[in-house]
T-cell receptor
Framework: SSELTQDPAVSVALGQTVRITCQGD??????ASWYQQKPGQAPVLVIYAKNNRPSGIPDRFSGSSSGNTASLTISGAQAEDEADYYC???????????FGGGTKLTVL | QVQLQESGPGLVKPSETLSLTCTVSGGSVSSGTYYWTWIRQPPGKGLEWIGY?????????NPSLKSRVTISVDTSKNQFSLKLWSLTAADTAIYYC?????FGPGAFDIWGQGTMVTVSS
């Protein structure tokens, strides 16, 4: 099992706001990054260093962190946001990288 | 714009060694302060970080794979490579190469398309 825990599945109504969370002790000390993966495609970086977006990522994607929990918020979810989302950060030793188990987002 | 492309065998026998290469185009594998990284994803499952080679030549590997993995860089070919030996069916996965470091460590900003590797006799 991963040291970063995500809910396996989350759903959101079209145009509504959804928060995807990632829990782990290492998140008290290290930032999380977030990746979006659509079927048959490589992951895409959507948030890094807690709340920074690479060029080309819509501003409806934002990140935050509190205590041992990092969150990815999609404000006004679109149909094209339906995908798997993975958090990523350091492991509890701080020496290695780990991914969360992933959250499947369904846009209703 | 930097692009990454994985190449290697799609089928490998148990106990054998997997060799994969990632070709870097649109940039140099020896420029910048990047971590050249391998990540894998078993069918229908999540992502697993395998390890990286830093531009300085230092390496860091997932502890669960450390005893049977090597990542290297070939600057003359502008490539970096993964070798994983003593394969079992559990190593069946899509293998991705990725770049880390453009936004500081811990953000894989560029990924290859991935290559499927099946371990089977």
């Amino acid at each position: 099992s991963s040291e970063l825990t995500q809910d396996p599945a989350v759903s959101v109504a079209l145009g509504q706001t959804v928060r995807i969370t990632c829990q782990g002790d290492s998140l008290r000390s290290y930032y999380a990054s977030w990746y979006q993966q659509k079927p048959g495609q490589a992951p895409v970086l959507v948030i890094y260093a807690k709340n920074n977006r690479p060029s080309g990522i819509p501003d409806r994607f934002s990140g935050s962190s509190s205590g041992n929990t990092a969150s990815l918020t999609i404000s006004g979810a679109q149909a094209e946001d339906e995908a798997d989302y993975y958090c990523h950060s350091r492991d509890n030793s701080g020496n290695y990288w780990v991914f969360g188990g992933g959250t499947k987002l369904t846009v209703l | 714009q930097v692009q990454l492309q994985e190449s290697g065998p799609g089928l490998v026998k148990p106990s054998e060694t997997l060799s994969l290469t990632c070709t870097v185009s649109g940039g140099s594998v020896s420029s910048g302060t990047y971590y050249w990284t391998w990540i894998r994803q078993p069918p229908g499952k999540g992502l697993e970080w395998i390890g990286y080679m830093y531009h300085s030549g230092s390496t860091n590997y997932n502890p669960s794979l450390k005893s049977r993995v090597t990542i290297s860089v070939d600057t003359s070919k502008n490539q970096f490579s993964l070798k994983l030996w003593s394969l079992t069916a559990a190593d069946t996965a899509i293998y991705y190469c990725a770049r880390d470091g453009a936004f500081g460590p811990g953000a894989f900003d560029i990924w290859g398309q991935g290559t499927m590797v099946t371990v089977s006799s």
